[in-house]
């Protein structure tokens, strides 16, 4: 099984490792290491999340975000890696 991350969440992942480098050294590289596991586990545990807006729902371990995506027989396409703690109308708008 492919995954696809979406050049939009692209840009989210980069922006959340930013964020939380600036937090505190090293913390934005512990960002991605989690996050990229997240997504790892699609591989096996796709389909079982919440949907929302269409997207498969998956809340991330350790930090407070949520991966949103959807899946074929062969790729799992990565649409947006949100903060949780965003508004949620940004949520919902950029779920659109």
Do not use: C, W
């Not at 939380?20 to 960002?31: A, I, R, V």
């Not at 991605?32 to 809340?59: T, W």
């Amino acid at each position: 099984m492919n995954i696809q991350i979406l050049t939009p969440a692209k840009i989210d992942i980069s922006n959340g490792a930013d964020f939380y480098e600036h937090q505190e050294n090293g913390l934005g590289k512990y960002f991605l290491e989690s996050i990229f596991a997240d997504i790892e586990s699609l591989r096996i545990y796709r389909g079982v999340h919440i949907k929302v807006n269409d997207y498969y729902q998956l809340l991330a371990k350790r930090f407070p975000y949520a991966i949103y995506y959807k899946y074929n027989e062969k790729t799992i396409f990565i649409y947006a890696i949100l903060d949780t703690r965003s508004n949620p109308t940004h949520i919902k708008k950029r779920l659109k």
